[in-house]
């Protein structure tokens, strides 16, 4: 089971960790394997010297210079997946500790602060393994094909300046537009569930990410072109009534994007899209 904390609540703890954390001393970091796809996975637990600000990348980069286990058994590099390393990609996203984040942002200060303490890394359980930590998030961003997440335009010459919007509008959708796509919201919902059988993606859950997309979308002057299209979209198997409201996607968020506002305010335009299909037959 993934676990949870309020922001506030793991702040508070991060920043206690962070003052009682020692320089210099060794952790183990214990990493959940696999060679490739629909290969058997084990653990593999390393020690690593931490240094002030030391993130879990850094971790990482440490053990693959040496790939040795706690034991003395010399193994291969782990693999991982990564690329802003401030929290802006979205592509480290990993289970650390049992609560799926952005592994960049995670720092060894807060998560294991004493001497001895050990860290456990494991791939998203939600996304088929490439390797090691490394997963296929291909399905992810089909979904957000499926609700058309982009602004149709008709060429790339100047049309001249665009519809005009109000602070308020550009304030909502500003946020909505920080989601990266690292599949955290998918991780911790129970509705959205390992799929391998790419037929059947269509149909099964879409997840938060793409619901939240289509809100964004749908609310961009020109974007909304598409408004129809996207509802029909969430309307269908797998849309927004198949939403099981555990609002684990928002608490997960690293962007701290409202999930659960994009879901209702969805959830309201299928319901009006209904009533428009049925009375226009």
Known sequence: MIQTLTSTSSAAL???????????RTVQVSIKRCDGPNKPSRWETFKVTTERGMNVISALMQIAANPTTIDGKQTTPPVWDSGCLEEVCGSCTMVINGKVRQSCSCLLDDYVPNEGDTLTLEPMSKFPVIRDLWVDRERLFHNLKRVK?????????????????????????????????????????????????????????????????????????????????????????????????????????????????????????????????????
């Not at 991060?14 to 210099?24: F, H, L, V």
């Not at 946020?175 to 998918?186: A, F, N, Q, R, V």
């Not at 879409?206 to 749908?218: D, E, K, P, T, V």
């Open 14 to 24: 991060a920043a206690s960790n962070r003052r009682i954390a020692k320089q210099g």
């Open 149 to 281: 997440a982009w602004v149709p335009i008709d060429g790339t010459y100047s049309l001249g300046a665009g519809p005009r919007e109000t602070p308020a509008k550009q304030e909502t959708r500003y946020k909505l537009s920080e989601c990266m796509s690292c599949g955290c919201c998918l991780e911790a919902c129970p509705q959205f569930n390992v799929e391998e059988d790419k037929a059947q993606w269509d149909t099964s859950f879409i997840g938060a990410h793409a619901i939240s997309q289509a809100r964004l979308f749908n609310e961009h002057e020109t974007g909304k072109q598409l408004k129809d299209e996207r509802i029909d979209v969430l309307m269908g198997p797998g849309g927004v009534n198949d939403c099981g409201n555990a609002q684990n996607c928002v608490k997960v968020c690293p962007k701290h994007i409202p999930l659960t506002e994009s879901i209702a305010a969805i959830g309201r335009a299928v319901t009006i899209r209904s009533f428009v299909k049925f009375f226009k037959g």
